[in-house]
């Protein structure tokens, strides 16, 4: 009990550093978008193109995995994007907002809402054979509407940011769901139940007390090559992955301090019987067990979690953009067919009227009950941030759609995006 109490209280410290990184991470995925979308249309389009179809393969056995850099991006590097989901995830059961009914029942019913009605709108329009765009309009960018939050510093109240967050933590776990029982095709069971054996090692390693990362990594590697082979989409793996990361840390607080204590003080006594610039042997040993001990303090679930954001921040989201923003304008029809009204309206109307609509009406029956800090001016905005749907739904968007539908489906995304980031500034500048 004392190293989850340990755990909650760099929460708040965890929780600062990732509204901090997925703020500029939100400003740069813009950035990546509009510049992919410039190359996409300039000159420079062939090598761009030609990127993105440049073959990969890696053999190992009798098996090879063979995709193009595009799908590389989207089938990898989003596989540590989904890991990272399912670390804050699992943070959020135990330790932060969702941890208790009391704190996850509002943001919880602001994110059913937020995807029950979206894909309400997406349906009146394409309740055919386009049925399979539904998980569009679905998940919130964290990190595009967090980047909006940064524009504006301290006008924006830290409730916002967290009430933000915790609804897309929520909004990725529904739409992992979606992913994982809607965008799968025919499976083959036998590495499924590969998979399934390397993630009950994987748990076995966390209830034996194993705490070495690298382990749970290489096993991780292991269980998403296996469930690509199994046709399920591999970015899963990474989230299964992220639920047997150890949290609790190797020693408590209290052993870690008593720890630096004596070495300290060891480190101190030693210092008066110096005689060169040198340190001495027990010196260096102390440092090497105060060393130890700040690796051993800390809890894996964090430290990977830490990790991971600036990964994700600044390297997989950036190119996940910049390979999947990239669009022909002249290859696509702008026609406004049911599919772009459908995701558009999802994106514009579903998703703020689900989040405002849904809080407002359980806060009023008082199933739930609205944080203190929050006013509805917050949840108005919130609501209108959720809007912004631009990374999962271009990433939904490529497994619904072939790559005819699916240009005019990302140009849809894309304007949707900025739109109700605008609306969403404009609303933030004018509520005090």
């Known amino acids: 009990m004392n190293q989850l109490n340990h755990s909650a ?29 410039i190359i996409a249309n300039s000159s420079l389009s062939e090598y761009y193109f030609s990127l993105l179809n440049t073959p990969i393969g890696i053999a190992f056995g009798e098996h090879t995995i063979a995709m193009d850099f595009k ?27 969702l941890s208790s009914m009391k704190k996850a029942s509002f943001p919880i019913v602001g994110a059913i809402g937020g995807m029950v009605i979206p894909v309400f709108f997406y349906l009146i329009f394409n309740f055919d054979e386009n049925f399979a765009g539904f998980g569009v309009p679905m998940a919130t960018d964290i990190a595009f509407a967090l980047g909006i939050l940064l524009l504006l510093g301290n006008r924006v ?80 793996a990474g989230v299964v992955t992220a639920f047997v990361i150890p949290i609790r840390s190797k020693i408590s607080s209290v052993h870690f301090l008593n720890t630096l204590d004596a070495q300290l ?40 979690e830490h990790y991971l954001h600036s990964i994700s921040a600044f390297v997989v989201m950036p190119v996940f953009a910049f390979t999947n923003a990239g669009i022909d304008l002249g290859s696509v029809d702008f026609e406004m067919n049911n599919i772009v009204i459908g995701v558009m309206l999802g994106l514009m109307l579903g998703k703020p009227v689900g989040i405002i609509s849904f809080t407002y009406i359980f806060a009023k029956l008082k199933w739930i009950e609205k944080p203190s800090r929050l006013s509805w001016n917050h949840i108005v905005s919130a609501g209108i941030l959720g809007g912004i749907g631009f990374t999962m739904s271009i990433f939904i968007a490529n497994l619904a759609f072939d790559d005819s539908i699916n240009q005019a489906v990302k140009i849809a995304i894309f304007i949707s995006s900025l739109i109700m980031s605008a609306i969403g500034l404009l609303y933030l500048l004018k509520t005090k």
Do not use: C
Request: net charge positive; glycine share 6%; no cysteine.
């Open 9 to 37: 209280s760099r929460i708040f410290v965890v929780i600062i550093n990732f509204l901090t990184k997925e703020s500029l991470s939100g400003i740069l995925l813009f950035v990546s978008a509009v510049l992919a979308m």
């Open 71 to 97: 799908h590389w991006v989207n089938d990898f590097f989003m596989a540590l994007f989904f890991l990272l989901v399912g670390l804050e995830i699992k943070r959020e059961l135990i330790l932060g907002e």
């Open 157 to 236: 109240p830290l409730s916002l940011k967290i009430f933000l967050t915790s609804l897309a933590v929520i909004d990725d776990l529904g739409a992992v769901l979606v992913i994982a029982f809607f965008y799968t095709g025919s499976i083959k069971w036998i590495y499924l139940l590969y998979a399934l054996g390397v993630l009950l090692l994987l748990y076995g390693l966390n209830r034996l007390g194993i705490k070495i990362l690298v382990l749970y990594l290489l096993g991780g590697l292991v269980l998403w090559a296996l469930v690509l082979l199994s046709g399920v989409h591999a970015t899963i």
């Open 265 to 304: 003080y060891r480190f101190n006594s030693q210092e008066r019987m110096r005689q060169t610039l040198l340190l001495t042997h027990n010196q260096q040993d102390s440092l090497e067990v105060i060393r130890g001990a700040y690796e051993a303090v800390q809890n894996p679930l964090i430290r990977l």
